[in-house]
């Protein structure tokens, strides 16, 4: 049979190396764990940046078309205004003749028809006055407009650049934020082995059994 001291002794250190290992095994399984959040986090991460830069795509995508509609709005207002005068000439011109020729039968003084002429022509150009007016008004809407969706696309940039370093450190919380156990010092095990050497012997000593750890040398 095996003497208590030395089968003491050998319960503590079988009991430390299991410690050891299954210290160790928790920590390699830790460490599984761990690089496995951060695959996941950095997936997440990647989807979120995915979504951000669509959603930059979608902001684009939209500043240029409703930039495009106003640039084709302006050039279209334009074009009617032009129109528009052209029209108001050629009638003012036409009721102007008219009204000349009536005037000339009538054998009215020339005074009075250059009156006459002198306020179609008045008429004429506060029609077209206000043509040009109305499109000076509608052309300054335009660019008022398409500097607020240059702002707006320049705002909307800025906070999508926010939401990516908001995603990156969410990313960098979820990993760091998890802790497995930590890597068992070797030295230290080994330092406990010899201590439980150690227990085995003062157990032996408090038990009357020292003579177990002396070498017969008679």
Request: hydrophobic share 35%.
């Given at each position: 049979m095996c003497d208590p001291a030395s089968a003491y002794a050998t319960l503590m250190v079988t009991q430390g190396i299991a410690s050891y290992v299954a210290q160790e095994q928790a920590y390699q399984e830790g460490q599984e764990l761990k690089r496995e959040n951060k695959k996941l986090a950095e997936q997440a991460y990647n989807l979120d940046l995915a979504q951000i830069d669509k959603r930059q795509d979608q902001e684009e995508e939209a500043f240029e078309l409703?930039?495009?509609?106003?640039?084709?709005?302006?050039?279209?207002?334009?074009?009617?205004?032009?129109?528009?005068?052209?029209?108001?000439?050629?009638?003012?011109?036409?009721?102007?003749?008219?009204?000349?020729?009536?005037?000339?039968?009538?054998?009215?003084?020339?005074?009075?028809?250059?009156?006459?002429?002198?306020?179609?022509?008045?008429?004429?150009?506060?029609?077209?006055?206000?043509?040009?007016?109305?499109?000076?008004?509608?052309?300054?809407?335009?660019?008022?407009?398409?500097?607020?969706?240059?702002?707006?696309?320049?705002?909307?940039s800025d906070q999508l650049k926010i939401s990516k370093k908001q995603a990156e450190a969410k990313m960098q919380d979820r990993i760091f934020s998890f802790r497995g156990p930590s890597k068992p010092d070797a030295l230290s095990a080994l330092l406990g082995l010899g201590g439980a050497g150690f227990k085995g012997y003062e157990y032996a000593k408090n038990t009357g059994q020292t003579k177990y750890f002396k070498r017969d040398i008679t």
């Open positions: 409703s930039q495009r509609q106003l640039e084709k709005k302006n050039i279209q207002e334009g074009v009617d205004a032009i129109v528009a005068k052209r029209r108001v000439e050629k009638e003012g011109e036409k009721a102007k003749g008219k009204a000349v020729g009536k005037l000339t039968a009538n054998m009215l003084s020339g005074n009075t028809v250059n009156a006459i002429i002198a306020d179609y022509d008045q008429q004429m150009l506060e029609r077209t006055g206000d043509i040009d007016l109305n499109r000076d008004r509608s052309k300054q809407m335009i660019a008022e407009q398409r500097g607020i969706n240059t702002r707006n696309l320049a705002m909307m």
